[in-house]
């Protein structure tokens, strides 16, 4: 499967953005569904998880309260949204996709990622 991160750009604190991840093949509805994030320097990082059929979700305690994933299996999309924002939030995002269950934050564990889309959150 290919995945492709939409929807980043520049927000002030306090602001939202909507991630998308659109994904290839007719298989997308099989595949667990996770955004990471990444600081220059750092290591990857899990933000959120949503199972395969949308009804469970898992979130890092960072963003806990503030982010929501969500998933479209019609539209073979995920989708993040991001609320209250926070210029620790400022990072590159990335969507992947496992076929297997595991440890949300294993990113090892995931066979698909998409390209990445910067978010930045100016204070």
């Known amino acids: 499967v290919q995945l492709q991160a939409s929807g980043g750009g520049l927000v002030q604190a306090g602001g939202s953005l909507r991630l998308s991840c659109a994904a290839s093949g007719r298989t997308f509805s099989t595949y667990f569904m996770g955004w990471f994030r990444q600081v220059p320097g750092k290591e990857r990082e899990f933000v959120a998880g949503?199972?395969?059929?949308?009804?469970?979700?898992y979130y890092a305690d960072a963003v806990k309260g503030r982010f929501t994933i969500s998933r479209d299996n019609a539209k073979n999309t995920v989708y993040l949204q991001m609320n209250s924002l926070k210029p620790e939030d400022t990072a590159v995002y990335y969507c992947?996709?496992?076929?297997?269950?595991?440890?949300?934050?294993?990113?090892?564990?995931?066979?698909?990622w998409g390209q990445g889309t910067l978010v930045t959150v100016s204070s």
């Open positions: 949503i199972r395969r059929s949308g009804g469970t979700t």
């Open positions: 992947a996709a496992r076929s297997i269950l595991s440890d949300w934050s294993a990113v090892a564990s995931y066979d698909y």
